[in-house]
């Protein structure tokens, strides 16, 4: 393990790393060794390309007085040199993404033991910087006995066939050079864990140009749409080089993407190959529950509704009518049929639209006129109005003006249920618009619930990038009348 190549930390760049943040920088870096690194004698510029070590390959970290930090991933391609993965001498091999992935799932098994869908690996939240691994449970929702759903020991993969137990799907995303090398390691180690159906790769995130990396999505083992991978990646005795997989470039994805996928007992049909995220807005999911609470007999909006997720967990709860706003018309096609899928197209209705310009013309009245409030219960969860923070402003002005016309739009009494998922906005800033809207509209507002993302989406504040989803239900206390 002192064999690796060392990359000595700047003096007072260390304390972030041992606190546990796995990023370092290359401005950060003082100086890296090449192999046999420990010993001072044998340090080389960084200058000298020869003699660093490659791209993607494990370096051990040390502070500047040569004391060991960690284990890493390097990358001189990335503005971030190294992903750190252990404060220990680890060895990274399939043995040791299936020990990680282990403990991962065990946070999912203690703070979401019903979940048949869920995130496995959160990437740095779960010290697997660059990797995201999504379950869905592909079976009726109480077909899987509890030991099944939560990845405990299963029967071989050959026995595992699409049988109502062996219809998980893995989702993975890679967007780090290092993680991307050991793909065939990883994809291994879920096999022994969960013995899916098929592991799908949906690595199209921009962000893996800044490693080097061109999109990627295929299959990366098992059946999926009629389609095979095209070689298992259990064989680990090849150079990663040649292990191939099923990619976009070697035949592209199957022609029948879309299935039911299971979240809190609803049916939910997802395009797992080309749709949001890497299917369903998993990080809503214990969300969804606890909005639903305030359904009962109500007159529901669902703005930004994607698959139908807020509205169809509200119609469930005994919500009177749900109306589902979007502007793509695909994504009200599919929350259509969801709503027919799980019984509760009556009670449902849609409209692919700017939800803008509906709250604009819902709430436009002439002088003197004012907006009838009809509706009990509103939920607002819009894609992210910022990508950063020079942006961070204008996304102020958007989410201002939507709680504008939603409390408008809402009932004395009713309650307004509305999601941030911005990285860049924190909860009190978010909280300081919706006031200041309240306050345009004069409506005093009674905080009931405050959200953050589900717990499969663990939160680690030493490691500030892994907090982004807040929300918050206001009820309307008293409205002045105008
Ligand atoms: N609430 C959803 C996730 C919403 S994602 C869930 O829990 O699954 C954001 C959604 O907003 C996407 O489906 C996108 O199509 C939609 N969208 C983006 N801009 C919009 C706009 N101006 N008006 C209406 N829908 C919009």
């Excluded at 040649?242 to 049916?267: D, I």
Aim: proline share 5%.
């Amino acid at each position: 393990m002192d064999s690796l190549p060392t990359v000595l930390l700047k003096p007072g760049e260390a304390d972030r790393i041992v606190a546990g943040h796995p990023w370092i920088y290359h401005g950060e870096i003082l100086r890296v060794t090449q192999r046999g690194g420990g010993d001072a004698s044998s340090h080389v510029s960084t200058t000298e390309a020869s003699r660093l070590p490659a791209d993607g390959e494990l370096v051990q970290v040390k502070d500047h007085r040569q004391r060991f930090l960690g284990v890493g991933f390097f990358n001189s391609q990335s503005k971030i040199n190294v992903r750190v993965l252990s404060p220990e001498r680890v060895e990274v091999n399939e043995r040791f993404f299936e020990e990680r992935i282990r403990v991962a799932l065990a946070v999912r098994q203690k703070h979401l033991p019903e979940a048949t869908s869920f995130r496995v690996v959160n990437a740095e939240s779960d010290f697997l910087s660059g990797l995201i691994v999504d379950k869905y449970g592909c079976g009726e929702a109480t077909d899987e006995p509890p030991s099944l759903r939560l990845g405990a020991p299963r029967p071989a993969r050959e026995d595992a066939r699409p049988t109502k137990n062996g219809n998980d799907i893995l989702v993975v995303q890679i967007s780090s050079l290092g993680m991307d090398q050991r793909k065939a390691q990883i994809v291994g180690a879920l096999q022994k864990i969960f013995s899916p159906r098929a592991i799908l790769e949906r690595s199209d995130v921009a962000s893996r140009k800044f490693e080097g990396l061109a999109e990627a999505n295929g299959i990366l083992s098992g059946e999926f749409g009629q389609r095979t991978a095209t070689v298992e990646c259990a064989d680990m005795s090849a150079p990663s080089s040649t292990r191939h997989v099923a990619s976009s470039e070697s035949g592209g994805m199957p022609p029948q993407s879309k299935m039911f996928v299971n979240l809190n007992g609803l049916k939910f049909e997802t395009d797992l190959t080309g749709g949001h995220k890497t299917g369903l807005y998993l990080d809503q999911q214990v969300n969804y529950l606890a909005m639903a609470k305030f359904a009962n007999g109500a007159q529901v909006l669902d703005c930004f509704s994607f698959l139908g997720g807020f509205g169809l967990h509200a119609a469930r709860a005994g919500a009177a009518h749900v109306h589902f706003l979007d502007q793509s018309a695909e994504a009200i096609e599919a929350s259509k049929r969801n709503a027919a899928a799980n019984g509760l197209a009556e009670k449902c209705s849609f409209e692919a639209v700017n939800a803008f310009d509906w709250l604009k013309t819902q709430t436009a009245v002439k002088p003197h006129e004012k907006v009838v409030p009809r509706f009990d219960l509103i939920v607002l969860d819009p894609p992210s109005f910022t990508r950063n923070r020079a942006s961070v402003p204008d996304a102020l002005r958007g989410y201002k003006e939507i709680h504008i016309r939603a409390l408008k739009l809402l009932k004395t009494g009713g309650t307004l249920a509305t999601f941030c998922c911005s990285h860049h906005v924190n909860a009190a800033t978010f909280q300081d618009v919706i006031l200041s809207a309240a306050y345009d509209t004069r409506r005093l507002l009674r905080r009931v619930a405050t959200y953050s993302q589900s717990p499969d989406h663990p939160i680690i504040p030493m490691i500030p990038e892994t907090e982004y989803l807040k929300g918050f239900a206001f009820e309307v206390v008293r409205c002045k009348s105008e």
